[in-house]
């Protein structure tokens, strides 16, 4: 699989769809991390963030053929992603259930890489600063802000999967930056919110490509 690593996500798709369905190994542990950050922007814990990135990579699996190349395929697996997470909220609204309300009991979900023995703090306490700092931003901003500033999507791409103007995305950008405390933006770097364990990328490729063996049995 390694050989593959270095060929573009047209190239890879090109071979997908010519019939190297393992290929689509490559895609997963591709985009693994953004996807779950766009989950966990939605409030959704881990075990219904890892649910909706295997919805997510079956949709895309199976509409691969229909992709255009209009957009960055970054922007279109996340608009995929970001459809699921809405999709999911409005149901859970409609029965009145919050994603917040729901108990996350998996491991930590954040890392702290800096070596400044005077930011360096435990993963349990940086989950709590960045999570609660982010629970107080308004959703429209959150996305937003996680969309550009965690996942690194341009502000093209961010307006893109948003259906809403450049302008607007900077603006929300600007506004959620505000939000959020003073002291998480001097003491954590964007990188630091909302990381996907590499412990769970395994598992997530055995998953979809477990799932993707039975849609073509």
Known sequence: MKQFEQYSDLEVIQKIVAGEVELFEIIIRRYNSFLYKTGRSYNYNHEDTQDLMQDTYIDVFTNLSKFENRSSFKT???????????????KWSFKNIAPSELNDKSSPMFSNHHTDTNKAVTNKELNVVIENALQQVPMDYRIVFTLREVTGLSVAETANSLNITE???????????????????????AEDIFEFNLV???????RVMNK?????A
């Open 167 to 189: 302008s607007n995305v900077k603006v929300r950008l600007n506004r959620a930056k505000t939000m959020l405390r003073k002291e998480v933006e001097k003491s954590y770097s």
């Open 212 to 216: 993707l063996k039975t849609l073509n």
């Open 200 to 206: 769970y990328c395994d598992a997530m490729v055995d």
């Open 76 to 90: 279109w697996i996340i608009k995929i992603m970001l459809n699921n997470c809405f999709k999911k909220q409005q």
